[in-house]
């Protein structure tokens, strides 16, 4: 049995020793636990959902600032429902009266101010006269409707824009009032939307379904609710059931189990008072901090039950423990904490925050563990030497674990220079694998796929050129009025630039209207533009005329593709423009809208993350040697580090999944969580190791040690993590199922990579030592 040695607390800088607090004062430590339980309960109260689209690439850069201020200024896209109506007979007579009653009735929903579509459209003007409505109040008969339906497909405003050109689909786009737009009545008005579509399209056959900001921000909204709720379940759920079938003891479990349950509530509490809100990445944060401190909580168990069966008092039991496996348990929070500091650093902020909020989780999951195991050991477990001597005699579950441990550790020492060679080899031909990777990024992978807004997204990209819009901000100069001629001219040029531009279609301007009017011999009376612009409703203008007149926009959509085939099109656009520019140079044109902003800095951003992550390996492997004051161990924790992030990455690659957000920020966690099993193999190696002995006894004793806590825990911690396969976000399912694959390849680097590598430097050093 290990003891504590007197250099053992210097690992760690006795840190560890926080545990024993608890030991000496527990009526103290017991009424602080209660009142910071009960402070949490409250601060998860506090916690709100982030739902905008943008906030992958929130971040103090001139590009979003851009972007900001379009939004701002011209807020309709963030605004705006979009009713995407399909079938074969849409242009049909009961179809179109049952449409026209959608429009009308949507009209009445308190919290829309108003609608776009077909009906909409107006005769060109006559006379100076107000245009009269393309769809009369009463919709013809025979021919009469045959020709109206003839001018329908054929109006300019209409065409490719709200009517495809098969005439199998609509666009009905309902702008709400923006002080509903971000509450809780927003669930609200979209459901009576639904409500509403439902019963007036009902015996139309048409079918409709609901997309835009709005509902694709509901829609994550509500998944985050639904994934929170799931995860807090199977993580409590997956820790209890582990802890009862390796212990086989209710106390067992609830010393192994609580820590980490109360890590969560504490760490969602503080993080509710804090403001931090959640999102797509900080839901994860449940599972994460399950994974950060049940299998050190799993450590400290085993390895006060392991003493008290050896015949140790309850309290000594669980003080030595924590002298022994503390100093590696401090080392693993520290690693996970470095994973998280590292993604503090991009331009992000989404992503920086959910670097601070897992160091912050990490530094209470640390201090929750320490101080919580020894506590509730010494109140809870109940050790009768009769059923401590009956577990001695009989405990198949771990003697068959640690049988199985001493063949690993006895095959990998064997040879240790053949196993690393080819170890050194597998990681040499996955580092080959994953250097194929190339950023990828969609706006569909931050919205729940399984709902209503992307299948209606799909629907706009193959009959409407798309539902992503991609904006030019033309910005005037001092004294330039919107109705210049200098400034039509320049919108008009965007406005064809747009129009040419391969991949998008549907542009609306100020120009639109100008080309409409020109129909009717007004194409070059301002005045005339000017007064229709003015009749026009406030929601629809102030899509493209701010209320200060200083600026205008011209809008585009574009399907949602990845970053590869978006960037060619912004980059053709830029060059177009660059045209333009020069030809108004006093006029600031620019292109931005969220499609822009990703498709700049996505590819880098990406990058970036995956570079930090190559220097956080070599960041680490230094940690750890000098934690440990060896080279050997910084040395030999190499391979094994990277073996998991490398096998990960392949698999990205074979799928074709490319390197995204969520995956390279799952490496970047997993790298630091995946060291959990490398840490406290070398501590307990550190302390059962003999200064002339072979090396590979030392490994096969410490392997025997740990190893069945660490395989346990791997298989279920990673069981824990792979439920996010069941989140309908598809960048949680990917963050889920790679972090969970990395856990297992830690664990098969660990006891395949790890032994040999160690026991093989460790003999060279031993060596050098003796010339």
Not at 127 to 143: N, R, V
Not at 498 to 507: C, D, K, R, T, W
Not at 619 to 624: G, N, T, V, W
């Amino acid at each position: 049995m290990s003891s504590a040695p007197p250099e053992a607390e210097r690992l760690a800088l006795g840190i560890e020793r926080l545990g024993l607090v608890a030991l000496r004062f527990p009526a103290a430590a017991i009424f602080l636990l209660v009142a910071l339980c009960v402070s949490s309960i409250f601060g998860i109260a506090h916690l709100s959902i982030d739902d905008s689209l943008g906030q992958l690439f929130r971040a103090d850069t001139p590009e979003f600032r851009q972007y900001e201020s379009l939004v701002r200024r011209f807020p309709s896209s963030e605004f705006d429902v979009l009713l995407v109506v399909e079938g074969g007979g849409l242009l049909e007579r009961t179809s179109l009266e049952g449409l026209r009653d959608l429009v009308t009735d949507v009209q009445l929903i308190d919290g829309t101010r108003g609608v776009i579509s077909l009906f909409s459209a107006r005769q060109p003007p006559e006379d100076g006269h107000i245009p009269a409505a393309l769809f009369p109040e009463t919709l013809p008969d025979g021919a009469a409707y045959d020709d109206l339906i003839t001018r329908v497909r054929a109006n300019a405003i209409l065409r490719g824009k709200l009517l495809s050109e098969d005439g199998r689909l609509a666009l009905v786009v309902v702008a709400l009032d923006p002080a509903v737009a971000g509450t809780a009545s927003l669930s609200d008005v979209v459901g009576e939307i639904r409500t509403v579509a439902s019963r007036d399209l009902g015996e139309t056959g048409l079918s409709v379904r609901l997309s835009g900001v709005p509902v694709m921000q509901l829609e994550i909204r509500e998944a985050v609710e639904r994934d929170r709720l799931l995860y807090n379940g199977l993580g409590f759920a997956a820790g209890s059931l582990i802890a009862v079938l390796f212990f086989r003891r209710l106390s067992y479990m609830v010393v192994a189990a609580g820590p980490p349950l109360i890590a969560i509530l504490l760490a969602l509490g503080a993080l509710g008072w804090l403001g931090f809100r959640l999102n797509m990445f900080l839901n994860m944060m449940t599972p994460l901090i399950m994974v950060i401190s049940f299998s050190d909580s799993m450590q400290l168990t085993f390895a006060a039950r392991d003493r008290l069966i050896a015949g140790e008092a309850k309290r000594d039991a669980f003080r030595n423990a924590v002298l022994v496996v503390g100093p590696a348990c401090v080392l693993t929070h520290a690693a996970a904490a470095l994973s998280f500091a590292a993604l503090m650093s991009s331009e992000s902020d989404l992503i920086r925050t959910f670097g601070q909020a897992g160091l912050l989780s990490t530094v209470i999951a640390l201090f929750a563990v320490l101080t919580l195991v020894p506590l509730l050991g010494v109140l809870l477990v109940r050790p009768e030497q009769s059923e401590m001597s009956v577990i001695q005699k009989s405990d198949p579950g771990i003697d068959a674990l640690r049988a199985a441990c001493a063949w690993i550790a006895a095959r990998m020492t064997r040879r240790p220079g053949l196993y690393s060679l080819l170890s050194l080899a597998v990681v040499a031909l996955l580092a080959v694998a994953y250097a194929q990777l190339e950023p990828h990024y969609r706006l569909a992978d931050q919205v729940p796929d399984k709902h209503q807004a992307v299948a209606a997204n799909g629907q706009l990209d193959a009959k409407l050129t798309g539902a992503n819009p991609v904006d030019v901000l033309i910005e005037f100069p001092s004294g330039a009025s919107l109705y210049a001629p200098e400034t039509l001219a320049a919108v008009a040029e965007v406005h064809a630039a747009l129009e040419a531009q391969p991949g998008i279609g549907n542009v609306w301007s100020l120009e639109t209207l100008r080309r409409w009017l020109a129909e009717a011999g007004h194409g070059s009376d301002t005045a005339v533009l000017k007064r229709y612009a003015e009749l026009l409703p406030s929601h629809l203008t102030r899509r493209f005329i701010p209320v200060e007149q200083d600026a205008t926009v011209v809008t585009g959509r574009l399907p949602d593709v990845d970053i590869e085939h978006l960037v060619p099109v912004t980059e053709a656009l830029e060059r177009v423009l660059s045209d333009v520019r020069s030809l108004h140079p006093d006029y600031r044109i620019a292109v931005t809208g969220l499609s822009a902003v990703a498709a700049r800095n996505s590819a880098s951003m990406i990058g970036r993350l995956n570079r930090s992550l190559t220097v956080e390996i070599g960041f680490m492997a230094l940690f750890i040697g000098l934690a440990f004051r060896s080279v050997v161990v910084g040395l030999a924790s190499i391979l094994p580090g990277i073996f998991p992030i490398l096998v990960s990455g392949t698999v990205l690659w074979v799928r074709g999944d490319g390197l995204q957000f969520a995956s390279i920020v799952a490496l970047t966690v997993a790298y630091g969580l995946g060291l959990s099993a490398t840490i406290h193999f070398l501590n307990r190696l550190r302390l059962v190791s003999c200064v002339d002995e072979d090396p590979a006894l030392g490994v096969g004793r410490a392997t025997v040690l740990v190893g069945p806590a660490l395989i346990l825990t791997s298989v279920v911690l990673a069981c824990g993590l792979g439920v996010t396969v069941l989140s309908d976000l598809p960048s949680l399912r990917i963050f889920g199922w790679v972090s969970a694959l990395a856990m297992l390849a830690a664990l098969v680097a660990d006891l395949t990579i790890l032994r040999p590598t160690v026991t093989l430097l460790s003999r060279w050093s031993q060596s050098i030592g003796h010339r």
